[in-house]
């Protein structure tokens, strides 16, 4: 039983680690990615993309999964891909917004 209750821990820890949206995985990338470049709108660029990645490889492999191994497996899948792509792309929009709503920084000459 501790070693079944370890296990599913460990797969939920693999699991939320994954880079894309909402999960902590995401939140992580985006931490390194700002850390090492100094532009948040960058690290924010980044993930939404890995994120959108990570979608279509779990679409992709949901699909195969319908194909040669289990439908309801595979489906689960697809489903899981479809909801963080749909995310990622809602997120595109969300920060294209904001940094659309920021002030600008340059100074006016005059």
């Known amino acids: ?3 079944t ?3 599913f821990n460990l797969l939920l820890c693999v699991i939320n680690l994954l880079p894309g949206y909402p999960l902590d995985g995401a939140r ?3 931490a390194l990615v700002w850390q ?3 532009r948040e709108d960058l690290a924010t660029a980044a993930t939404i993309r ?3 990645y990570l979608g279509i490889s779990l679409i992709a492999t949901g699909m195969l ?3 040669f191994v289990d439908a309801f497996a595979g489906l689960s899948l697809v489903i899981a891909g479809w909801l963080s792509w749909a995310r990622a792309a809602s997120s595109t929009a969300g920060a294209s917004c904001r940094a659309s709503s920021r002030p600008s920084r340059e100074r006016r000459r005059g």
């Open 1 to 3: 039983m501790t070693f």
């Open 5 to 7: 209750a370890s296990a």
């Open 28 to 30: 992580v990338l985006h």
């Open 36 to 38: 090492r470049t100094g």
């Open 50 to 52: 890995v994120g959108r």
């Open 65 to 67: 999964g319908v194909l």
